[in-house]
């Protein structure tokens, strides 16, 4: 979690989150060429898990440049070629965060060009869709790319934050469906437990922000407890915050956790 | 959960949620100027609520959403404003 301090992957562990997944995003600036990439791809992959493990997480990531940089054609170029480098190494899970900001042609460029890398390399893919007024019509732009690309399996792909507008989109296609949890202007605890009450709870998981915004590390266990005083079942909850996310990032090889609680 | 159930966990917050609501379109009209692309757009989502309608949620995102469906030229921003700029009618 480059953006958070320390007392972040404390507080994650104390409220027994079990293992980081972090994807690759905006700096909150853009970076100036390919090295600036290269670096935070090292910083992902060497310096990230080795701070989440002094608190027992787990940390994986996923590789790629972010929509909002993918503008600029020649970097994105740049960028997608050291990614296979980067790709054997044990904490990266796939492709992502790819997908739309703004719904360019060029962020649509790159965006097909990660899929293909992904195709290539045979790897998850994690997909960030727009906010506010371009989430819908970036949504069905994406779904309708990666359905058109049939070397891809919809089951290994997630399309994250997902709203009331664009989950159904997103189930009917066979991906998988991310709801990002903010503490202000998107997806609330509420809302994501709504959601679950009306398309059910396949294909679907909860995932807290940890970004240079306004973001909560423990949304997802906050969640929990809300759907707690909706009269959940335990099991309902674990489905939803552990059992989802298993299943889903257990098609990848190199994902492997284990509950400390758990015999073995 | 019953209807009662629902009411007694979140009543009392979404009363507040409103009258804040309330206190933004107050604050809005007391302001100098004209309005833009984002309050019409608010207000038209507000007619939603009243409506019988069981995906109010949806048809209030549906309302600040962009309906097009071609990629646009080139982004020049890379934030959002929360409504569709060319919203009319």
Known sequence: ?264 | MTRQQILDLYFIDARHKLIDLAAFMDRVERAEGNEDFRMKAFREALEELSKNNREKARQVLLTFSDPTTKPIAKASVKGATGAWPEKTG
Request: hydrophobic share 40%; charged share 25%.
């Open chain 1, 1 to 264: 979690m480059v953006s958070r301090v320390t007392d972040d992957y404390v507080r994650m562990a104390t409220a027994g989150c079990q293992a980081i997944c972090e994807p690759a995003f905006w700096a909150g600036f853009d970076r100036s060429s390919v090295h600036g990439f290269y670096d935070y791809f090292c910083q992902l992959t060497e310096h990230e898990p080795k701070r989440a493990a002094k608190f027992g997480l787990p940390h994986f990531c996923w590789l790629c440049i972010n929509p909002k940089e993918s503008e600029d054609l020649k970097l994105a170029d740049d960028v997608l070629a050291i990614i296979p480098k980067f790709l054997n190494r044990p904490n990266v899970l796939g492709i992502g965060e790819i997908g739309l900001n703004k719904n360019s042609r060029n962020e649509m460029k790159v965006l097909e060009k990660h899929v293909d890398l992904a195709a290539k390399h045979d790897q998850l893919i994690l997909v960030h869709t727009p906010h506010l007024e371009d989430k819908l019509k970036g949504t069905r732009l994406i779904v309708d790319l990666i359905k058109s690309d049939k070397r891809i399996k919809p089951e290994r792909v997630i399309i994250d934050h997902v709203e009331e507008h664009t989950v159904k989109l997103v189930l009917d296609t066979g991906m998988w469906a991310g709801m990002t949890l903010y503490p202000e202007s998107k997806c609330s605890p509420a809302r994501a437990i709504d959601m679950v009450e009306v398309y059910g709870d396949q294909r679907i998981w909860m995932n807290s922000a940890c970004d240079w915004g306004v973001s909560d590390p423990l949304a997802v266990p906050k969640t929990a407890l809300e759907m707690q005083r909706r009269g959940h079942s335990a099991a309902a909850i674990d489905k939803l915050i552990y059992q989802n996310p298993l299943k889903f990032l257990s098609q990848c090889p190199k994902f492997k956790i284990q509950r400390p609680w758990q015999p073995t």
